[in-house]
């Protein structure tokens, strides 16, 4: 009986996929952004953007902690974020190889219903942008507030 269980367990957390992101809606505090890490293969990126993930599971720079869930090498990083003030977010970063390098798509969405977050959303994906590595090409979409200065503005919050 034991047995069976684990196996479920086992089946079905390896039939997740980046699918199973929570979808946007009205009633929780979302963000998407899109950058490019020029000329860079998404397999460097993803490595990359996976240690600094974990890295961020002992303490972020605006003093919150990630949580990885899961990833699926080189497509996506799935991780939650707690803040100081413990509200939870999830995160998820979508990797894909262009010609003019890797583009990661983030995406971050409040568990609880919360419509305002002073850009909390935005800066969970900003700064693992950031210390992954030199982007460029930065869209947002979706971002109640996006920080005008987000090297300041994504350090507290």
């Known amino acids: 009986m034991n047995k069976?269980?684990?196996?479920?367990?086992?089946?079905?957390?390896?039939?997740?996929?980046?699918?199973?992101?929570?979808?946007?809606?009205?009633?929780?505090?979302h963000c998407q952004i899109s950058a490019i890490y020029a000329g860079r293969q998404c397999t460097d990126t993803f490595t990359r953007?996976?240690?600094?993930?974990?890295?961020?599971?002992?303490?972020?720079?605006?003093?919150?902690?990630?949580?990885?869930?899961?990833?699926?090498?080189?497509?996506?990083?799935?991780?939650?974020?707690?803040?100081?003030?413990?509200?939870?977010?999830?995160?998820?970063?979508?990797?894909?190889?262009?010609?003019?390098?890797c583009q990661v798509v983030g995406k971050a969405r409040a568990q609880y219903f919360y419509f305002k977050n002073d850009g909390t959303t935005y800066c969970d994906i900003w700064n693992v942008l950031k210390y992954t590595d030199v982007f460029s090409n930065l869209s947002t979409k979706s971002c109640r507030i996006v920080k005008t200065n987000p090297s300041v503005n994504c350090v507290a919050y």
């Open 4 to 29: 069976a269980i684990v196996l479920s367990i086992l089946i079905i957390g390896s039939l997740a996929k980046s699918s199973d992101f929570p979808p946007f809606d009205i009633f929780h505090a």
């Open 49 to 101: 953007m996976s240690s600094i993930v974990q890295g961020f599971e002992g303490e972020d720079p605006a003093k919150g902690k990630y949580s990885l869930i899961e990833q699926n090498i080189n497509d996506y990083i799935w991780a939650e974020r707690i803040s100081s003030s413990k509200w939870v977010d999830d995160v998820i970063f979508q990797l894909t190889q262009t010609p003019a390098g």
